[in-house]
Every structure is written in structure tokens, then in C-alpha cells.
Nanobody
Framework: QVHLVESGGGLVQAGGSLRLSCAASGTFASILEMGWYRQAPGKQRELVARIGSDGNTNSADSVKGRFTISMDNAKKTVYLQMNRLKPEDTAFYYC???????????????WGQGTQVTVSS
């Protein structure tokens, strides 16, 4: 069973910064990827940024140059440093984990409960 604990959301003025953290715990063989997705009211959930266990990253065009994703493999924790925040970044941010229960098993994914990020203008 996998458990994801997110932290770091909150209210910030436009131009400000926030740092989200997501720590994974539980019984699994390996982490393939961790990432952050967000969902604003009335919109579909969208990728913000993700990082593979090899360090390769992928991020949405809307956050490039402002958000940085990183992962501490030893701590099984992913971070999202968000700088120069804009009101349009306001959303519920969800942590995603892609993992293998056993080395031979197919990948699974799990989601955190989410954390609210609100950027005021």
C-alpha cells in the first residue's frame, strides 16, 4: 500500500513563490516517476511537471521558466518550486506517483489528496 503526503500549498500574491512537497511511503519495489498535476474549477486535470527516476523532466509550457521539479530519491520525495506565480496558477495541485510493487510487475500509479494553491492578483 502506498501513501502520499503533500504539503506546501497556500495563498500567495502574484509574483510570489511557493514550494510543494510530496513524500511517498509504503511497500513498493521502485519509483518510476513522480509528478504534479493541477485542476482548476471547471477545468480538466492537467500536467504541471513530472520527473523520472533517471532525473529526466517534463513540464507544461505555461510553467516553463517559473516552476522547477526535483526529486530526492532517498527520501522518496518530489518537490515543486513555484516562482513568479500568476493568478492563473490557482488550482488544486495533486501529487502523482508511478511505481512498481515488484520489480517484475506492471507499473501502477497513485494520487495524493491534493493541496490548494491560490494566487491573488
Amino acid at each position: 500500500q502506498v501513501h502520499l503526503v503533500e504539503s506546501g500549498g497556500g495563498l500567495v500574491q502574484a509574483g510570489g513563490s511557493l514550494r510543494l512537497s510530496c513524500a511517498a511511503s509504503g511497500t513498493f519495489a521502485s519509483i518510476l516517476e513522480m509528478g504534479w498535476y493541477r485542476q482548476a474549477p471547471g477545468k480538466q486535470r492537467e500536467l504541471v511537471a513530472r520527473i523520472g527516476s533517471d532525473g529526466n523532466t517534463n513540464s507544461a509550457d505555461s510553467v516553463k521558466g517559473r516552476f522547477t521539479i526535483s526529486m530526492d530519491n532517498a527520501k522518496k520525495t518530489v518537490y515543486l518550486q513555484m516562482n513568479r506565480l500568476k493568478p492563473e496558477d490557482t488550482a488544486f495541485y495533486y501529487c502523482n506517483l508511478v511505481f512498481k510493487v515488484h520489480t517484475w510487475s506492471a507499473p501502477h500509479d497513485d494520487w495524493g489528496q491534493g493541496t490548494q494553491v491560490t494566487v491573488s492578483s
